[in-house]
């Protein structure tokens, strides 16, 4: 007879590690299938985010900004550096570090929890009156459990381009490009997304010559127009060197380095030389090989499996969450869906706000974003208006050195309701909540500015934003 649970998770990332968690909290007994190992073969929890995407990318992020600081920007606060030296190895256990760290903790809460992990790879063979079958195998001897409830939260993987093979070393997408042996001295980033300008950034600050290919024209089309513009000026001034507009021919391989034929956005010929190539054109939905069709399920064209609101399948008691349902693929979004799916197992009735998931680009400044942008709300034809205070003007952002950028806030032009924030600065990954906060309680721009705000602080300037809005910000 097999095991039976209440709640079968399928992913151990950020969605299923806290969809577990959750409907173990509320009293039932659960599983999470998981099969992941890292480079040592060591099974771990986590998924992509916490091994190999969000949190070992933002160590990176961390150590290089420390690095190009020491080497840079330390003299304008009359401290003398010479010979700032970089020890990649240590910078790479460091980040290694990190995720082992985080990863054990998974497991210490699943224990804490009387979560049973699952070991190996879980794919559906049937259900029946008693739940879904489904099979666990790679590790050990194969077994079948029955699940009352299933989860789906597979999450994704790297979209790679036909016919230019990675190989993590000299062509690399996200995974390869955060354990480099040591900085390229010419780096090529195909894709201006959010990997590739975090991680060309990375590369950029401990030294290497990075050119980012982009085949969209426009850059990053889903920020606000005045947010993008801004980045582009910031990256340019940093030595990121960006191409819109671009398509990539054939790429080719050496023993040392890599050529890359493309056409630029007039319709040129060009070839970009390279020691090494990263790939981050988006990622693409982990739904082959889970047996979908054994119960009825069948993902959609571009690998998505469709749900409702609620992220219930047309399988009565089989959800998904995450990457692999429409979305966008944020780490923060999985783990509320996760949630939610939980407590509507329990019987509750909770409830998802997308248009106040926020985005984050972790670049020097960060990028942040929540609610609608400009060009959005023009679409639309809806009457609004805006509120824009830049950093330099702030006295906590001079003190640290960082007074780049600035908040945007957009409300509606009859009710003031705030219905989109926008910030380009240090900490925009903090300063976005407060913005996140308001508009979750359908908050007013007048609201947050008479909101006592700490001095000497950055979040002033989401308050002297919202103020600007009704035109009387108060240091401009």
Request: glycine letters at 10%; one cysteine or more; hydrophobic letters at 45%.
């Amino acid at each position: 007879m097999s095991k039976e649970f209440d709640v079968v998770v399928i992913g151990a990332g950020p969605g299923g590690y806290i969809a577990a968690i959750r409907a173990a909290q509320l009293g039932k007994t659960v599983a999470c299938i998981e099969k992941w190992k890292n480079p040592a073969g060591a099974l771990k929890l986590g998924g992509t985010c916490l091994n190999m995407g969000c949190i070992p990318s933002k160590a990176l992020l961390a150590s290089s900004e420390e690095f190009e600081n020491a080497a840079k920007h330390l003299g304008d606060h009359g401290i003398s550096v010479s010979d700032v030296k970089l020890d990649v190895s240590k910078m790479l256990a460091r980040k290694d570090g990190i995720v082992e760290k985080m990863t054990k903790g998974i497991e210490f809460l699943f224990r804490k929890n009387k979560i049973t992990w699952l070991k190996g790879h879980g794919k559906f063979t049937g259900r029946n009156d008693a739940g879904v079958q489904i099979e666990v195998s790679g590790e050990g001897e194969t077994e079948v459990v029955t699940a009352k409830n299933v989860i789906i939260a597979t999450g994704s993987k790297a979209r790679h381009l036909p016919n230019i093979p990675v190989d993590n070393k000299l062509i690399a997408d996200n995974e390869g490009a955060l354990s480099f042996d040591s900085v390229p001295k010419k780096l090529a980033v195909i894709g201006a997304g959010v990997i590739g300008l975090e991680l060309g950034s990375v590369w950029r600050r401990l030294g290497a010559d990075v050119t980012v290919l982009e085949a969209l024209p426009q850059f990053l089309g889903a920020a606000d127009e005045a947010l993008a513009k801004e980045a582009a000026k910031q990256f340019k001034k940093q030595g990121l060197d960006i191409h819109l507009g671009v398509r990539i021919g054939e790429v080719k391989t050496t023993d040392n380095g890599v050529s890359i034929a493309y056409t630029d956005n007039a319709g040129n010929a060009q070839t970009l030389d390279a020691d090494r190539l990263i790939v981050s054109i988006g990622r693409v939905p982990n739904t082959d090989n889970l047996g979908l069709d054994a119960i009825g399920l069948a993902a959609d064209e571009r690998g998505f499996i469709p749900v409702d609101d609620h992220c219930a399948t047309k399988v009565p008691n089989v959800y998904a969450i995450g990457d692999v349902v429409r979305g966008p693929m944020l780490a923060h979004k999985a783990e509320d869906e996760g949630v939610a799916v939980a407590e509507i197992i329990d019987g509750q009735k909770p409830h998802i706000d997308y248009n106040c998931i926020p985005w984050v680009i972790y670049t020097e400044p960060e990028i942040a974003w929540v609610g609608k942008t400009e060009q959005q709300l023009k679409a639309e034809g809806r009457e609004y208006k805006t509120g824009q205070f830049p950093m330099m003007a702030n006295g906590r952002a001079l003190g640290i050195g960082k007074a780049e950028g600035f908040v945007k806030m957009i409300a509606d032009a009859k009710t003031d309701e705030i219905l989109g924030v926008h910030v380009i600065s240090a900490d925009a990954s903090d300063l976005i909540a407060e913005a996140v906060v308001a508009m979750e309680f359908k908050a007013a721009s007048e609201d947050i500015g008479r909101i006592c705000h700490p001095h000497p602080s950055l979040s002033e300037v989401m308050r002297e934003a919202a103020l600007a809005v009704d035109k009387r910000a108060l240091n401009m």
